[in-house]
């Protein structure tokens, strides 16, 4: 069972609309979670850092809830533009500690698109 | 502009023919690490480097080598390519402390036949 599990695997949704990526976790304790953003045959791009204290973090039309009691997080697209279409990537980090290397647990990600 | 360079972008290739993959990054970022994804598992982490000559292996490091002799660059090495090495493979930096976010490079695409 992967420690990080993302939901939808894919969505499609009308440019305009809003929608709501969720990200359910068993990495405990953790340092932080991330959400990225990766176009299709291209390199991740960082949307939000939160860390283990934070519950809410925003980057414009992207806002990223944390709920560290249920282990759940949220990534929250507004008023969605074609632009949007891209797999959205959710990872957690374990707290630093000698011999882990600052390590990244990656989900699958959801793939989004986003249609005229 | 602030950014992470691969080259070749795409490359196809035979069996045990070695080959580099070059990165470099203009950040001045200690913090340096491979990654491959493959359909249904996402990004694995190949090899990672914390600073100059210090490297460290990932979670699927078997089959490569990287090295570095300078802060900006850290070339992945195959020294002996195999088929189920074909994968899209990204490099990553960032600065040393936590909470740091990861910046990527656009990938390599490799085919080993």
């Known amino acids: 069972k992967n420690q990080v599990e993302q939901s939808p695997q894919s969505l499609i949704i009308l440019e305009g609309k809003n929608c709501t990526l969720q990200c359910n976790y068993t990495v405990s304790p953790f340092s932080n979670l991330r959400w990225y953003k990766q176009d299709t045959g291209r390199g991740p791009v960082s949307l939000t850092i939160?860390?283990?204290s934070e519950n809410t973090k925003s980057n414009g039309r992207y806002t990223a809830t944390l709920d560290a009691d249920t282990k759940q997080s949220s990534l929250h697209i507004t008023a969605s533009q074609l632009s949007d279409s891209a797999s959205y990537i959710c990872?957690?980090?374990?707290?630093?500690?000698?011999?882990?290397?600052?390590?990244?647990?990656w989900g699958l990600g959801t793939s989004l698109g986003v249609n005229p | 502009e602030a950014q992470v360079t691969q080259n070749p972008r795409y490359l196809i290739t035979v069996t045990g023919k070695k080959l580099t993959v070059t990165c470099s990054q203009n950040?001045?970022?200690?913090?340096m690490s491979w990654y491959r994804q493959d359909p249904g598992l996402g990004l694995r982490q190949i090899y990672y480097?914390?600073?100059?000559?210090?490297?460290d292996k990932g979670d699927v490091p078997e089959g490569y080598k990287v090295s570095r002799k300078e802060k900006r660059n850290f070339p992945l090495i195959l020294e002996s390519p195999s088929p189920n090495q074909t994968s899209l493979y990204f490099c990553?930096?960032?600065?040393?402390?936590?909470?740091?976010?990861?910046?990527f490079g656009d990938g390599t695409r490799l085919s080993i036949l």
């Open positions: 990872v957690v980090q374990p707290p630093f500690r000698a011999g882990n290397n600052r390590k990244l647990i």
């Open positions: 939160m860390t283990f």
């Open positions: 990553a930096s960032s600065w040393g402390g936590n909470n740091q976010p990861q910046h």
């Open positions: 950040m001045n970022h200690e913090y």
């Open positions: 480097s914390m600073n100059v000559e210090v490297t």
